[in-house]
């Protein structure tokens, strides 16, 4: 695993965008000829994304040369940042949270702050004019809770950019938006949003603009959360260009400031795309092509959804009532979704398969049907589970999740048994879905590491295993572990889960000393736990 530094500044021509060795964080585009960054003749030579264009999917990031699972391909801070569409009170000024009912509110603008002083925050300066035009005050949150009012913030964030940083907004107004098409929809949320800023708020921007700001947030934002774990979302012109896969190609992080850190989660082959998912890889087909069609306009055509099996796991799948193992697939004619047996034909329309997958998830969330039970119970439900979907479906990994938080204070060793293998399952299924260094196997492999240390230990002390048994069951928990560390440790510095990778050296550690291993044998960790105290110096500041 490579840790390279590449990418902090780009370079954007017709075709392409490369990527130099810089260690400024400037752009720099044929644009942006003013901008700071020199060229220089190993420019090219260092560059690893490169942008091509299609007419289907327009625009998109490949790599030029291999890449190793692990490296950094691209590194981006937000032109603009702000509260999410919808956010509970947070202050403009500070981003941070609004607890309790009683606040104060900015003397100019009236909307909400944590403290006065932040009347006067950077953050906040050049948007208070611009808020204070509603002076009817109904744009401004009122009450405590979650509110779409904050919905504007970044919208307009995005709009100032025209007088605070023409570079950045003319980048702004490259990117993809379906801005028309918004207009057309007249989505109701897209809609409010646009004509508050219009006709309250009376900016100078034409509504295209606006349509388009608005559209750009929805199209290309990218979320994280800062030092006290608010959720805040960003605009990335650069990140902006990956395109989506159902099973991407490449793992995004961020640290707590907003910048975005993009590696290769596999192998890279020089003209491979850097695919992300803008869904969650763990949705069902109908879920992930609901939001891909609706927000993005496009149906997904990646490798997963073109396989009727989803890569052998028939994660969307229902089982066929007439034929022993066999499972529905989907057949789309004219838009219409039908699911049908491959062997003998038997139908299922769309609506049919999501009841059925609805009313199992109901029941896992009304009643209490995981709570209080012992693990030989929540087996007896995941085998029922099994008996309905394929082991690897939806149903089955949402069964396995609750079955887990159920358990999560059971140490016996049954519970532990049982954990073991749910966490085994599911690495299994995320090894498919989501492959390579991904935070999901790295969290997966952490719990599987520390399942089958505990059960171990529990096994011992019962004297039900030899020396040599135990002794293996450790080895294999190290080994899950180790394989942790070096995922979790890719985490930037300053990033709230770095806090993952410090249980997993823990449990690492603990399991090592038991074995009377040194972790630093292993080569590749050696290199992580020689960056270890800048990276755990780095979070604690921020944790
Ligand atoms: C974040 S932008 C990605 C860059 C974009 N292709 C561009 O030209 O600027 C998202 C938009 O790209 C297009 N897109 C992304 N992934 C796609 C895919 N797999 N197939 C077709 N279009 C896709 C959709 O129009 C989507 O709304």
């Known amino acids: 695993m490579s ?92 981003h941070e949270a609004i607890l309790g009912t009683e606040f104060p509110r900015c003397p100019v603008c009236w909307w909400p702050l944590c403290s006065a002083a932040c009347a006067s925050s950077s953050l906040h300066q050049a948007e208070c004019p611009v808020l204070a035009a509603d002076t009817s005050r109904i744009g401004q949150p009122k009450v405590t809770g979650s509110t779409p009012r904050y919905d504007i913030i970044l919208v307009l964030r995005c709009l100032l950019l025209r007088d605070r940083n023409p570079l950045a907004w003319h980048r702004f107004l490259d990117m993809a938006s379906h801005a028309e098409r918004r207009m057309e ?27 388009h700001a608005r559209g750009a947030i929805i199209t290309n934002c990218f979320e994280w959360r800062s030092p006290s774990g608010i959720s805040l979302r960003g605009v990335y012109p ?10 991407p190609t490449v793992a995004v992080s961020s640290d707590c400031k907003g910048s975005m850190f ?16 803008y869904t969650d890889t763990l949705e069902p087909l109908w879920e992930r092509r609901a939001y891909t069609t609706s927000t993005h306009f496009f149906s997904c055509d990646c490798v997963r959804c073109r396989d009727p099996t989803e890569l052998g796991l028939h994660y969307s799948s229902p089982k066929c009532e007439l034929c022993d193992q066999q499972f529905l697939e989907p057949r789309n004619w004219l838009g219409e979704v039908t699911w049908e047996c491959p062997l003998c034909g038997t139908q299922q329309t769309q ?52 079955a887990l938080r ?44 520390v399942a089958e240390a505990e059960m171990a230990r529990a096994e011992k002390r019962a ?65 992580v736990l020689s960056n270890d105290d800048h990276l755990l110096h780095e979070s604690a500041q921020n944790a």
Request: contains cysteine.
């Open 463 to 527: 004297e039900v295993v030899t020396d040599h048994f135990f002794k293996l069951q450790l080895q294999q928990a190290l080994c899950h572990l180790q394989e942790a560390v070096l995922i979790l440790s890719q985490e930037p510095p300053r990033s709230r889960d770095l806090r993952w990778y410090t249980h997993a050296l823990d449990a690492a550690t603990r399991v090592a000393q038991d074995l009377g291993v040194d972790l630093a044998t292993d080569p590749a960790l050696r290199v």
């Open 406 to 449: 159920t358990l999560l204070e059971n140490h016996t060793t049954k519970a532990l048994d049982l954990k073991r293998h749910l966490w085994h399952r599911l690495l299994y299924i995320y090894n498919v879905l989501e492959p390579g260094l991904t935070k999901r196997r790295g969290a997966t492999l952490y719990e599987l590491g």
């Open 185 to 211: 929809e007249k989505e109701q949320h897209h809609m409010a949003t646009v004509r508050y800023i219009k006709e309250i708020l009376k900016v100078d921007y034409t509504l295209e603009d606006i349509h």
């Open 262 to 277: 993009v590696r290769a989660a596999v192998d890279l082959q020089p003209g491979d795309q850097l695919y992300i998912t």
């Open 351 to 402: 609506q049919q398969v999501q009841l059925e997958v609805e009313q199992w998830l109901e029941h896992f969330d009304s009643d209490d049907t995981f709570l209080h039970t012992s693990p030989y119970a929540v087996r007896n439900i995941m085998d029922k589970v099994e008996e309905v979907f394929h082991p690897h479906h939806y149903v089955w990994v949402k069964a396995a999740h609750v």
């Open 238 to 247: 650069l990140l902006g260009r990956m395109n989506h896969s159902c099973r």
């Open 3 to 94: 840790m390279e530094r590449l990418c902090e500044c780009v370079e954007e021509s017709k075709t392409t965008i490369c990527c130099n060795d810089g260690r400024q964080n400037e752009y720099c585009s044929n644009d942006h000829h003013q901008c700071q960054q020199p060229r220089n003749d190993d420019h090219h030579h260092s560059c690893l994304v490169v942008e091509h264009t299609d007419s289907m999917a327009g625009r998109y990031l490949v790599t030029s040369r291999e890449a190793r699972a692990g490296n950094l391909l691209l590194r981006e801070s937000p032109v603009a940042m702000g509260p999410r569409a919808t956010s509970s009170l947070i202050c403009l000024g500070c």
